[in-house]
């Protein structure tokens, strides 16, 4: 049980100071009874709520899938640089989204954001062996004997070994080549690293994939929309 101020504010509605007002007007239905007391303890999952005389759609978690642009951390805030909490429309601020796992802000991509914790740990972690797929443009050419080695699982500078990556090579691209990567890990630069453990350097990169998402090639840069039904439960793997 939760206050009903407390749960109308979580939801925008206004601020507790405000929102005791609109109950005092007689403006906040709960089951069909106008209530008087701001502080009434109620259960948002089953309680019927009206304000204003719309009925208020209660949820928790919110889950939002962004293609981020180039420039922007995958932080909720930093000091100096736009982060991509920044880019959300206030109502979805408001539950306070994170991002799951950080793209480099030089990285570009499908990137998840949500308030369900238990659902970002999941997804986190190497344990669940969730792939992730990035589109890269290499500066020099990729041989089949790095594909043997990311398969084997390369050893970045700090002397740790990778998990097994599946890397394809897709084509050219100037003097080097465009390139599929997925891994399951989401060490610090992971793909950049891994590219410098064999002496070449990443000059794109773009997320393609998350586990059973795919970019949503409707999105714009910078654009973002909320996951539906259906690819929720795939995330959750149910
Ligand atoms: N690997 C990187 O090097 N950077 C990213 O942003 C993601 C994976």
């Known amino acids: 049980m939760e206050r009903i101020d407390k749960v109308l504010s979580n939801l925008g509605y206004g601020s507790r100071k405000e929102l005791k007002g609109i109950v005092k007007k007689g403006l906040v239905k709960v089951n069909g009874e106008v209530i008087k007391d701001n502080g009434l303890q109620i259960d948002p999952e089953k309680d019927k709520i009206i304000i204003n005389g719309e009925e208020v759609y209660y949820r928790k978690h919110i889950y939002l899938l962004m293609n981020k642009p180039e420039g922007v951390v995958s932080a909720t805030c930093d000091k100096y640089d736009t982060t991509v909490v920044d880019l ?23 990137l998840l954001l949500t308030n369900d914790g238990e659902l970002n740990h999941r997804l986190i972690s190497p344990k669940w062996h969730v792939d992730k797929v990035y589109y890269a443009r290499i500066d020099k050419v990729v041989t089949e004997s790095d594909i043997k080695q990311f398969k084997k699982g390369v050893v970045l500078d700090d002397g740790y070994k990778c998990m097994p990556g599946k890397l394809e090579i897709i084509g050219d691209y100037k003097e080097g080549s465009e390139v599929h990567i997925t891994i399951q890990e989401g060490k610090f630069h992971q793909v950049k690293r891994m590219f410098e453990s064999v002496g070449k350097k990443v000059i794109y990169l773009r997320r393609v994939k998350f586990g059973p998402l795919d ?15 259906e690819e929720i439960n795939l995330l959750k793997g149910n």
Do not use: M
């Not at 959300?88 to 499908?110: C, M, S, Y």
């Not at 999105?219 to 039904?229: A, C, P, S």
């Open 215 to 229: 970019i949503d090639e409707n999105l714009e840069e910078g654009q973002y929309r909320e996951l539906t039904d």
């Open 88 to 110: 959300l429309e206030a109502e979805d601020a408001i539950f306070e989204p994170f991002p799951i796992g950080r793209l480099d802000k030089d990285t570009v991509g499908l």
